[in-house]
């Protein structure tokens, strides 16, 4: 037989039990739909915070701290264990380094559980939200980060996130106007030393927003409020420190530089006498732009494999169903193949046949399984956690094809088996079936 | 020429034995009308089944038009039946979800006849057994007597030379089922096509040149009319 008319045939046979082929295909949709959603979801969020954190990254910059990196994970573990260790004297060797332009350091300041941040007498942020209190360098900040204003260059100035301004927007009438927070003062709440302190500091800048991190902090000045201090073997007590950034004099020299700073503080630094005594399972860990490209990917990845994995097994669960379904029509229609047989039909017609309705009831699951795959996602990226962050919404026209491919290839394989069974049939018995 | 010469048939069903046909030697002239009769079991649609290359015979052989069956492979005898046999059932055995003219176009998609060509054959196959206006009906809309003239339309489309009919008039009423016999007499007569039909009904195998009596997968008697 033609392809053409086994294809015309396939689908008369088909739409003979409309109901029943529809249900027949819905394990094929909810699979291919599954896996559309979660191919836009996850190219939406990666391109989204790649291009966010890019931007908040810059490309001439990386830190390093001393850290916990879980084996298998690559560097995803450096945002969870991080301990300071990173010595002044660390800092100035740094500073003094080839190709180096400029150091910064930060700390963590333990914020005051109940109001960590008050303006004009309220609790802006409550301490159980995760707000920080960093204690960092004034040069840390570069005008990309800052949204407005500057970084503080005294004791009594402060910077805060995007989030933190506009709740304070909010106090004075206009959330939407963050700017308007710029020379109002605060009050911040902090233990030092197990003792309470409060300060009074004036915003002078509001960083950019960034998503899902760091949404509740301010920033004070390192020199200023930052003492914690251990002891290095040899020598006295030291201010230790979190993180060091390093800003590169050249982009082309970046590796360079940043494998000489690593190399530097796994062998000859401060941090690494205290590391060996203190922290002997945490190591080095770097964070760049790249890195944390790397990380989102690899975050995203992650996810979107996982949620790959249900997609998989609907499919699975899908290609079973069109399996038993084609078993079925195999023995309703003994009769019919005794017919095709007896008019001459070769056994691998038959076989043909069946394959190409199980082919189509894929395509056809896959067919229908593509908007409502784009539905989903769209739902997911408008109304879902990610509602109010406007999403870059991607959609490839080669889905189509992509997914009815896929789509057949499953009900094909599915096929194999029933249609194989209906080719072995023996005519005169098929013929006699009632 | 249809030529059975000394054909078993022995079916197995574990380590019985049983002999639907015994030996069966029969000569089938082009273009004569033979009605095989005989009660049931007597193996008359073993050997129809046999005749129309479904299977093959355990002793024996088959040889039609100088063709012996067992020298063929299975894809010899699909393309016997596809070329030389058209079959006509008691149950009419049309694919109800394909209308009339599709039906009659199932042999020419197997032979991969073209589609305008096979349509026009189709056509002009219902045509000339008046069925040409029921061409767009479902088997469901038509009558056993007109179920039976598309299925006997499917046998013929293919310009077979033999037309096997295993009880063709069996689900029919008594005035559909001469309808049914005149018209396959009629085939017999003016294109010359030898027919052979298995039927208990002995007023229907009246219409025959030559009536076989089978009794227990043997010929017990021939009788030639005319």
């Known amino acids: 037989m033609r392809p053409r008319e086994m294809l015309v045939l396939a689908w008369s046979n088909i739409t003979v039990h409309k109901f029943r082929s529809l249900l027949t295909t819905l394990g094929i949709v909810f ?55 990173i010595t002044e004297r660390d800092l100035a060797h740094v500073r003094s380094m080839p190709g180096v332009k400029d150091v910064y350091a930060s700390g963590d300041l333990q914020p005051d559980v109940t109001s ?109 409020y930052y003492d914690v201090r251990r002891t290095v073997p040899g020598s006295g007590p030291v201010r230790v420190f979190r993180v060091v950034g390093v800003r590169v004099s050249s982009v082309t020299e970046f590796d360079q530089v940043k494998s000489a700073v690593l190399e530097y503080f796994k062998t000859s630094s401060e941090a690494e006498k205290l590391r060996r005594r203190d922290a002997p399972d945490m190591g080095f860990i770097t964070i760049s732009a790249g890195e944390v490209t790397n990380f989102i990917r690899e975050q995203v990845q992650l996810f979107a494999s996982f949620v790959l994995q249900i997609g998989s097994f609907a499919l699975l669960v899908g290609s079973i169903g069109i399996a038993n379904i084609m078993l079925v029509n195999v023995t309703e229609r003994t009769k019919e193949i005794g017919v095709l047989r007896a008019i001459g039909a070769r056994q691998r017609d038959v076989l043909n046949l069946f394959l190409t309705e199980a082919g189509l009831i894929g395509a056809i699951g896959a067919s229908i399984a593509v908007p409502v795959g784009i539905l989903f996602g769209l739902l997911f990226l408008r109304v879902g956690p990610f509602s109010g962050v406007s999403l870059p919404v991607t959609i490839r026209p080669e889905w189509v094809p992509l997914a009815v491919g896929i789509g057949a290839l499953v009900g094909i394989a599915s096929g194999v088996y029933p249609a194989w069974r209906a080719s072995r049939i023996d005519p005169v018995w098929a013929l006699k079936y009632e | 020429m249809l030529e059975l010469i000394d054909v078993w048939k022995v079916y197995r069903t574990g380590s019985v034995e049983y002999p639907a046909l015994r030996g069966v030697t029969l000569r089938i002239e082009d273009g004569e009308f033979v009605a095989v009769v005989g009660p049931s079991g007597s193996g008359k649609t073993t050997l129809l089944n046999l005749v129309g290359a479904l299977d093959l015979p355990t002793k024996g052989d088959i040889v039609l038009n100088g063709t012996s069956y067992t020298s063929l492979g299975r894809s010899g005898l699909n393309e016997l039946r596809r070329k030389e046999l058209g079959f006509v059932f008691q149950t009419f055995n049309l694919l109800s979800h394909l209308t009339a003219l599709e039906n009659v176009e199932l042999p020419l998609i197997a032979a991969g006849v073209p589609r305008s060509e096979r349509r026009r054959r189709a056509l002009e196959m219902l045509a000339r057994l008046g069925m040409e206006n029921k061409a767009s009906k479902k088997p469901t809309e038509l009558s056993g007597g007109e179920q039976q003239r598309v299925a006997i339309a499917r046998a013929l489309v293919n310009n077979p030379s033999v037309i096997l009919a295993d009880e063709p008039t069996g689900n029919l009423d008594s005035a559909n089922a001469k309808n049914v016999v005149e018209l396959l007499r009629e085939i017999n007569k003016r294109e010359g096509k030898t027919i052979l039909l298995v039927t208990h009904n002995l007023e229907i195998a009246e219409y025959a040149d030559r009536i076989v009596r089978m009794r227990d997968g043997r010929v017990e008697s021939e009788v030639r009319r005319n």
Do not use: C, W
């Open chain 1, 116 to 224: 960590p941040i008050v303006f004009r007498g309220k609790v802006v942020s409550s301490g159980l939200g995760g707000f920080r209190i960093v204690a960092i360098s004034p040069n840390a900040f570069t005008e990309n980060q800052l949204l407005h204003g500057r970084s503080f260059r005294n004791g009594r100035e402060t910077v805060v996130t995007y989030d933190v301004a506009r709740r304070i927007a909010k106090e004075l009438g206009n959330e939407e106007d963050v700017a308007q927070v710029l020379g109002k003062t605060v009050e911040l709440n902090f233990v030092q030393g197990g003792v309470r302190r409060s300060v009074q500091v004036r915003i002078v800048g509001v960083l950019k927003e960034i998503p899902f991190v760091f949404q509740n902090a301010a920033y004070l000045n390192l020199d200023d």
């Open chain 1, 31 to 85: 699979g291919v739909a599954t896996v559309i959603t979660v191919i836009m979801m996850s190219s939406s969020v990666e391109t989204y915070f790649i291009s966010r954190f890019t931007d908040l990254f810059a490309p001439d910059t990386f830190s390093v701290a001393v850290g916990e990196v879980r084996s298998g994970t690559g560097a995803s573990g450096f945002f969870i264990h991080q301990t300071p260790m």
